[in-house]
Structures are given as structure tokens and as C-alpha cells.
């Protein structure tokens, strides 16, 4: 399932959404302007196996809950924030059934 607009990011959220543009503020700031950038919030650590990487694709970014099971929900969304120089970047999350309400996240 995915976010319904219009959706108003809580104070957690714009704050790991920031962090995740930090990281990457070189990058953006070299690629060129006509470039989209799209980010993730969170990422497999580096190194990991298959095995761990298929478990991160369903793990709430916000308390790390693992929802691969049949009958656990699991929720993305993206929020869009714009930098200094007007460039426009999306940050991808996804969050379990519990994070998605504490977020306030509408779902269609």
C-alpha cells in the first residue's frame, strides 16, 4: 500500500528525512541539476547477504520491525522535500501497521 496525498511528515520523520539528504548533500550537490534524486531512508548495511537484503525490503524504517509475514502489513510512502537550490528529492520509506498510525499515514 502506498501514502495518500496530501500527507504532513511528523517531526520524526522530517528529522530522518533530513539526516538521509545529509548523507548524501555531496552527491546531490555535484549531480547536475536536471537530475531527480531519489533516496531510500534507510539501507541494508553494506556487505550484507541476499538473505538480509530481502528481509530489509519489509522492515519498518521507523522501529525496525520485520513485516514479511503473510499477515503483517507493511506500508511505503515518500515525502518530497526541496533543497537551497530548488531541486526536488524524494525520500522512500516503509513502515509496519503500528508506525504507519503514529505517522498518521492515510492509505488508499
Known sequence: MTTKAPYEPTA???QA????????APAIRAAPAEIMVMLMLSEPPEGSTPEVQ????VTCDRCS???????????TGAVAVVDARGRRITVTFGLCEACRALEGVDVG
Open 54 to 57: 530481502d528481509a530489509w525490503e
Open 12 to 14: 520524526w520523520m522530517r
Open 65 to 75: 520491525a520485520y513485516c514479511g509475514d503473510e499477515d503483517t502489513d507493511f506500508f
Open 17 to 24: 528525512v533530513a539526516a538521509r539528504v545529509r548523507v548524501f
